[in-house]
């Protein structure tokens, strides 16, 4: 690395999230400065395709010009406004009124008829925790506070998001979770089913140890309930068998709230709109961000219904005040941009091109189950983990001190595919625009990836003694 380059100069500024600091300060890392597609080129000139669309979330690739075009003209009109003090601006009336038209709403659930904006998931769902306390306090139940989330779940990194994720580094040293959050099984069916039993099964036993944590903890404590459709930082976790079935029963049986997160989901990951509407779910609650607005502009929204908003109201009445905000929220560029990508999904028949093109990704990426390294493959849409197993059969693990997913991930990059690696799974979920041949050579480079590291790693002893 010279001295005084791009990348010296990043090693020496710039706090890198989610990262081994110590690793990065001492190798530096990779600086991305153009794109194109779903590719991306780094300051060397080197081209990757982008197979994770950045943070799940570039779902128009990385060279829309509709949405800087849009962006260009709302700076100009009103580069800043706010949604403090009973003010406002049209570009978050205009996007709030088309997302709540097309919000999920299934057969039988309450509509939901408000929303708020923010600058990201984390925000929203933070937001959300604080509105389910004030709800609870305002319709007279001030003890049901706790909030349950779900092993390996991901909500966000504030203090109160990252209590209710379930992920154990994010919790390390940084003294949490807080009281008051509760965590639920992590429904990876290949991972932690019993011999023979099936996904049903399965499901019914995740259903009936998260009533036992309802009941050991007091139902009347308990207020709400968080989950993603697919768990995405846990490993792109599909749901098992009839598992939402069986857990929403559970949660009007004891008045509890249902958020989804629909964050990475919403708006065609799934192939469907939302995350709701392919698994058949029914919230109270739903935070959505990343592809709103193709994450050309920080913002997400949280959706309620109006029994949630109704007590709202009446409480800031008796209060004096709703407060709560950010001085960001609704941004007026953010808005105009969301409300294009919006547009674009629609005009482009975006969520019917992911419907056309995940069975190729899909069955792509099953095609792989021949290798040695793999152990299952699983996914909906354009979202897909990849679980490597030193015997995929047996479900064993490789040992953890080989590094095997930061081995492929690192490989893959290396031959011109980014992809992420969540212990020894693999994350893909590539830009939804992506083609039928872009998917051909994101499966290729992936295989050629796997080879790679089990060209170096099969005669290990550690290995060979599996």
Same mark, same amino acid.
């Given at each position: 690395?010279?001295?005084?380059?791009?990348?010296?100069?990043?090693?020496?500024?710039?706090?890198?999230?989610?990262?081994?600091?110590?690793?990065?300060?001492?190798?530096?890392?990779?600086?991305?400065?153009?794109?194109?597609?779903?590719?991306?080129?780094?300051?060397?000139?080197?081209?990757?395709?982008? $197979?994770?669309?950045?943070?799940?979330?570039?779902?128009?690739?990385?060279?829309?010009?509709?949405?800087?075009? #849009?962006?260009?003209?709302?700076?100009?009109?009103?580069?800043?406004?706010?949604?403090?003090?009973?003010?406002? &601006?049209?570009?978050? #009336?205009?996007?709030?009124?088309?997302?709540?038209?097309?919000?999920?709403?299934?057969?039988?659930?309450?509509?939901?008829?408000?929303?708020? !904006?923010? *600058?990201?998931?984390?925000? +929203?769902?933070?937001?959300?925790?604080?509105?389910?306390?004030?709800?609870?306090? $305002?319709?007279?139940?001030?003890?049901?506070?706790?909030?349950?989330?779900? &092993?390996?779940?991901?909500?966000? *990194?504030?203090?109160?998001?990252? +209590?209710?994720?379930?992920?154990?580094?994010?919790?390390?040293?940084?003294?949490?979770?807080?009281?008051?959050?509760?965590?639920?099984?992590?429904?990876?069916?290949?991972?932690?089913?019993?011999?023979?039993?099936?996904?049903?099964?399965?499901?019914?036993?995740?259903?009936?140890?998260?009533?036992?944590?309802?009941?050991?903890?007091?139902?009347?404590?308990?207020?709400?309930?968080?989950?993603?459709?697919?768990?995405?930082?846990?490993?792109?976790?599909?749901?098992?068998?009839?598992?939402?079935?069986?857990?929403?029963?559970?949660?009007?049986?004891?008045?509890?709230?249902?958020?989804?997160?629909?964050?990475?989901?919403?708006?065609?990951?799934?192939?469907?709109?939302?995350?709701?509407? =392919?698994?058949?779910?029914?919230?109270?609650?739903? =935070?959505?961000?990343?592809?709103?607005?193709?994450?050309?502009?920080?913002?997400? $929204?949280?959706?309620?219904?109006?029994?949630?908003?109704?007590?709202?109201? $009446?409480?800031? %009445?008796?209060?004096?005040?709703?407060?709560?905000?950010?001085?960001?929220?609704?941004?007026?560029?953010? *808005?105009? #941009?969301?409300?294009?990508?919006?547009?674009?999904? %629609?005009?482009?028949?975006?969520?019917?091109?992911?419907?056309?093109?995940?069975?190729?990704?899909?069955?792509?990426?099953?095609?792989?189950?021949?290798?040695?390294?793999?152990?299952?493959?699983?996914?909906?849409?354009?979202?897909?983990?990849?679980?490597?197993?030193?015997?995929?059969?047996?479900?064993?693990?490789?040992?953890?001190?080989?590094?095997?997913?930061?081995?492929?991930?690192?490989?893959?990059?290396?031959?011109?595919?980014? #992809?992420?690696?969540?212990?020894?799974?693999?994350?893909?979920?590539?830009?939804?625009?992506?083609?039928?041949?872009?998917?051909? %050579?994101?499966?290729?480079? !992936?295989?050629?990836?796997?080879?790679?590291?089990?060209?170096?790693?099969?005669?290990?002893?550690?290995?060979?003694?599996?």
């Amino acid at each position: 690395m010279q001295p005084n380059s791009n990348r010296a100069r990043d090693k020496a500024y710039v706090v890198h999230q989610h990262t081994n600091l110590a690793i990065y300060d001492r190798d530096g890392g990779t600086l991305i400065t153009g794109g194109d597609g779903v590719y991306v080129t780094d300051e060397d000139g080197k081209r990757y395709l982008e $197979a994770m669309a950045g943070m799940w979330s570039a779902s128009l690739g990385f060279s829309e010009h509709r949405l800087a075009e #849009v962006a260009y003209r709302q700076m100009k009109a009103l580069p800043y406004y706010h949604t403090f003090y009973a003010r406002g &601006h049209l570009p978050s #009336v205009d996007l709030a009124e088309t997302l709540l038209a097309i919000a999920p709403r299934q057969p039988g659930a309450e509509p939901l008829t408000k929303v708020m !904006f923010h *600058c990201s998931g984390s925000e +929203s769902n933070d937001t959300a925790i604080k509105l389910i306390w004030y709800y609870h306090n $305002a319709i007279g139940k001030p003890n049901k506070k706790r909030i349950i989330g779900r &092993h390996r779940g991901y909500h966000g *990194c504030t203090i109160a998001t990252a +209590s209710v994720s379930g992920n154990p580094t994010m919790h390390q040293d940084f003294d949490l979770p807080l009281p008051g959050f509760l965590h639920a099984d992590n429904p990876h069916y290949y991972r932690f089913h019993e011999e023979g039993e099936s996904e049903e099964a399965f499901s019914q036993r995740m259903a009936d140890n998260l009533e036992r944590l309802i009941l050991d903890n007091d139902p009347g404590t308990i207020a709400a309930f968080f989950a993603e459709p697919v768990q995405g930082g846990g490993g792109a976790i599909t749901p098992p068998a009839r598992y939402f079935e069986l857990i929403q029963p559970i949660l009007k049986k004891y008045d509890i709230l249902f958020l989804v997160d629909e964050v990475i989901c919403g708006f065609g990951r799934t192939g469907s709109l939302w995350g709701c509407q =392919t698994y058949d779910l029914r919230p109270d609650l739903v =935070t959505c961000g990343k592809a709103l607005s193709a994450s050309y502009q920080p913002i997400s $929204a949280l959706m309620l219904t109006q029994k949630i908003f109704d007590a709202m109201m $009446a409480e800031s %009445e008796k209060l004096g005040s709703f407060a709560h905000g950010y001085t960001h929220s609704a941004h007026p560029v953010a *808005c105009a #941009v969301a409300l294009e990508t919006l547009n674009i999904y %629609e005009s482009d028949g975006t969520v019917e091109h992911v419907r056309r093109v995940a069975p190729v990704f899909l069955d792509g990426l099953r095609s792989l189950l021949d290798h040695p390294m793999m152990g299952d493959v699983r996914g909906v849409g354009l979202f897909a983990g990849v679980e490597l197993m030193a015997d995929g059969g047996k479900r064993i693990p490789f040992p953890p001190a080989l590094k095997v997913g930061q081995q492929v991930q690192d490989e893959c990059q290396a031959l011109g595919l980014i #992809v992420r690696c969540i212990g020894d799974r693999i994350a893909l979920t590539p830009p939804l625009i992506i083609t039928a041949d872009e998917v051909a %050579e994101l499966v290729r480079l !992936f295989r050629q990836g796997l080879d790679n590291v089990w060209a170096r790693i099969r005669d290990d002893q550690r290995v060979a003694a599996v």
